[in-house]
């Protein structure tokens, strides 16, 4: 094997596993990347359903309240859950894939009662009472979601409505009944905030930029290699190769070479200058010999 293959190989196996060190991080640290996008917007998301919320139970809430429909008609406006879940609907016409919902396990509404998957992140708060939010991540007909999801707390308005049918308001128990929805207690965890957004398309823009520097680091690696094979014929090869023809002719008995050109002070330029004095004496010695 010549020479510069075997310092092609050399550069191939080093750049080879440069490459598959920097592919694997690059790859971990996109798909981090867009994992923390994706729960940006769910964050965003969960601020402006609670804002909603806030609003709602804040300046509508009382104007409705004291409106005389109030008194025997149940309006879900006054909610601040439905005011949230209400946006968040009209969201998902733009958005369909992008999810809302305050689940929990004794709704009143059985449109609120939570799934399986759900009902265990509602059971994973109530087992850790200390925490105030969990994320991860789960298959969906739309592809891999992340979802957020915050504890909800039983506060002391909650038990107007959800703690006995007997101090219910009539209008609610009219419309939804008095079988669902009872029996909250102060500061339990009843339920969770859940919003799921896809991951499909900051995956995408991910699996596009891992792609892009795979063939930008591979374009690179190509063009240092190609630079060093050329460097390395014009200052190595080439060189060495006038020696070695020169050598050659001289050991088959030509001797009357000229001198080969010395540029430069590097070790080619020593070599070649050792082997133009070794040339020179071997020339006298012949002379000598034939006189």
Known sequence: MKLLAKFNLLLIVVFGLGLALIAVNARSFLMDDAKKVVLNQAELMSAGANATRSYTEEEISPIL???????????????PFYAATVTFNRLRKNFPDYTYKEATLNPTNLVDRAEDWQADIINYFRNNPSAKEFYGERESPVGPTLYLAHPIVAEQGCLTCHSTPGIAPKALIKRYGSQNGFGWKLNEIVGSQIITVPMSVPIKIA???FRNLLITL???????????????????????RKVSASADLISTGDIDQPPLPVKGKDEIAEVTTSFNRMHTSLKKAMEMLNE
């Open 207 to 209: 699996d596009e930029g």
């Open 65 to 79: 309240e004291s409106t005389p429909e109030h008194a025997n008609t149940f309006l879900p406006q006054t909610i």
């Open 218 to 240: 591979g374009s690179i690696f190509l063009a240092t290699i190609v630079l060093i094979d050329l460097g390395m014929y014009f200052i190595v090869i080439r060189p060495l």
